[in-house]
């Protein structure tokens, strides 16, 4: 990061800050997802955003071994008291917190104090994985249904927001007044809603927001859980993203769905593969499964992510993909007739419960780590099992890909999750004629 580079962002930031201080923002949370996918900030008055824009403010390179109950681990490259970091705020990215009066928000890049990206930011690596990709012409998209539990709060007691019945008009009458102000908020911030309904679980609620490429995506994950908190803070409720959040219930998921566009065409529709995914589309789903066990242990840090990871609870645990299938662990979603050559995109479940307190595909290491597995074995796009209709393992197919988390984690030393991988064109193309992908290690 050159002088010219930080003198643009200085005028920049300052020009920014002028115009949040009109409309009375006084300060500016900045944030960095962890490898455990906790959400950290640092703040700073509306005053100093331009010295934070310049040089970043310090950060101890020691959060990248903390786990999901802030104790402290070490590995061969982080660990101990030594080190600083600077998280250097995306001003593109920076926004009014409208459930938060007076603050904004923008997401952080960690840099080192030389000014060369931190090898540990999540958020820089996911930007390299876009970049790979847009570099041999593919537009990756992404985009987020986060579901989680909300209580009222009467000292310490907390009482749900309602036991169903689920998706009923009943609850929505009883929350309507939060919906809306949530999704006036988040409109507001510039995160598009798709959907909001009552969810299947006590207390539990849900809401979609729109594709966007991988970084944006993950930028939004984290405003709308912002977001939800404080909205539902207004109402004197606690909102919880906690994998299970009553013991013996359903629990809290986090999916994930993205698609994968060659200029215009959407390779996961058209094909000639099952259900019209075509050869790229499937071999980027038969790395996805190849890579399960890793991608399990990125999206589950915690042991409350397995309670809720078994067998008909909707969660994904087989080691398969199919057409609706919410059993499966990648859900093919072809969209309507008439709609399919836009609408088709698969939906990533396993595991996708970060931190027991967020629910999972929280913002960074879950879509770096899908787009590095989707990259892994991409020459045999048959290499990828498809779920008849139930979800009984049928031929070829493993068993719930999170049963061992020890499994997961030896999987993420060795795998392509960890590595990051590469991607670019094969030589062949597919039946179809679409282009086939391979890994770069």
């Known amino acids: 990061m050159g002088a010219e580079n930080l003198a643009g962002r200085a005028a920049r930031a300052r020009e920014l800050a002028e115009r949040l201080r009109s409309v009375g923002i006084r300060a500016v949370a900045l944030t960095m997802v962890d490898n455990a996918g906790v959400t950290r900030v640092k703040t700073v008055p509306i005053a100093r955003f331009e010295a934070a824009a310049s040089f970043g403010i310090g950060l101890s390179p020691v959060f990248d071994v903390f786990l999901v109950n802030d104790h402290i681990t070490a590995s061969a490259e982080i660990g101990g008291p030594v080190g600083d970091l600077r998280l250097m705020p995306d001003l593109g990215a920076l926004r009014r917190l409208e459930a938060q009066p007076g603050w904004a928000w923008a997401p952080t890049d960690q840099y080192t104090q030389e000014g060369e990206v931190f090898a540990c930011c999540q958020r820089s690596f996911t930007k390299s994985m876009a970049e790979r990709a847009a570099a041999i012409g593919l ?40 919906a809306r102000d949530l999704v006036v908020a988040l409109e507001a911030e510039g995160v598009e809603v798709l959907q909001f309904h009552p969810e299947y679980a006590t207390g539990q609620l849900e809401v979609s927001i729109a594709p966007r490429d991988p970084v944006s995506a993950a930028d939004e994950n984290v405003l709308l859980r912002q977001t939800i908190r404080g909205v539902a803070g207004r109402y004197g409720m606690s909102a919880s993203f906690a994998p299970v959040a009553i013991a013996g219930e359903v629990g809290n998921g986090g999916h994930v769905h993205f698609s994968m566009w060659e200029r215009d065409r959407n390779l996961f529709a058209g094909g000639d593969g099952p259900y019209g995914m075509s050869d790229s589309g499937q071999a980027f789903v038969a790395g996805i499964l190849s890579e399960l066990p890793a991608l399990v242990a990125i999206g589950s840090p915690s042991v409350a992510s397995y309670l809720r990871l078994v067998p008909s609870h909707w969660s994904g645990p087989w080691a398969c993909w199919g057409r609706e299938n919410r059993e499966a662990a990648v859900r093919f979603v072809t969209g309507m007739v008439g709609s399919r050559e836009t609408a088709a995109n698969i939906e ?11 629910a999972s595909a929280r913002g960074y290491p879950g879509p770096r780590a899908v787009l590095a597995g989707g990259a892994r074995p991409t020459r045999d796009p048959a290499a990828a099992p498809v779920c008849g209709g139930g979800c009984e393992p049928l031929g070829g197919i493993e068993g719930p890909p999170g049963s061992d988390g020890g499994r997961a984690v030896q999987r993420v030393h060795r795998g392509t999750a960890r590595r990051g991988g590469g991607l670019r064109r094969a030589g062949r193309r597919g039946p179809g004629g679409s282009p086939s992908l391979e890994v770069l290690t």
């Open 139 to 178: 537009t990756l998209k992404m985009g987020f249904e986060v579901e989680w539990f909300q209580a009222r709060r009467a000292g310490e007691e907390v009482s749900p927001v309602h036991r169903g019945p689920a998706y009923s008009a009943i609850v929505l009458a009883d929350v309507s007044d939060f």
């Open 348 to 358: 990533v479940w396993p595991g996708w419960h970060r931190a027991g307190s967020p």
